[in-house]
């Protein structure tokens, strides 16, 4: 299927699979640890299914089998996609920053408009745990002297349509596919003098997961 569909792209969830192909690889004697160490890089690096699939093409064989490659992808970290599209009103839907700052993140509901005002201060508001009254949400940010930063999970698809004056919107996030049934944001607004980042993250606890899995593939092999 990946050879079929090779620009399809993939998601972090793919490439740990692939990370765990490896490690097995490793533990096994099928790799030694430079082997190991470039395709690891590569794995990380991948952007697409055609990316990963050379990666592990010649390891399957007795207890090891090929990464298998979801079509229906899920989120990392809580729960899925259709169990985070809550309805209802939202949690906050305002965020205002004058000379100090406002901070949304952990588990809240994103509102089907959320609008936020920076001046001389700042904002952040990370969607990575939280729920969304809508599938489809917009984000407005005014930031005048000040700066607004919006954090993302992987699989939610970025749209950004804000106007700079001496300042910067970031459209880095755009044009990445969204997963099937993720939410869309929208973020919109303007900035002076100002700037609207937009990031990419996994959760903490993903992150956290992932670090200790290492840590502890490193710990075997020290062994």
Known sequence: MTDDLPELRASDADRERVAEVLRDALAEGRLDMAEFEERLDATYQARTYG???PITRDL???????????????????????????????????????MGGFQRKGRWTVPRVFNSVAFWGGGELDLR??????????????AIMGGVDVIVPPGVEVVVRGIGIMGGFDHSQEG???DP?????IIQGFAFWGGVGVTRKLPKAERQRLKAERREAR???DS
């Open 176 to 178: 990445v596919l969204g």
């Open 60 to 98: 399957p064989g007795a207890g090891v089998s090929a990464p298998a490659v979801s079509m229906v992808k899920q989120p990392v970290g809580g729960g899925s996609w259709a169990e985070r599209v809550v309805g209802g009103e939202g949690t906050s839907r305002w965020g205002v920053a004058i």
């Open 51 to 53: 990316e990963l699939a």
């Open 129 to 142: 745990e939280a729920n969304f009254a809508e599938h489809e949400v917009v984000i407005n940010c005014v």
């Open 219 to 221: 710990g075997e092999l």
């Open 181 to 185: 049934g993720a939410p869309r944001v």
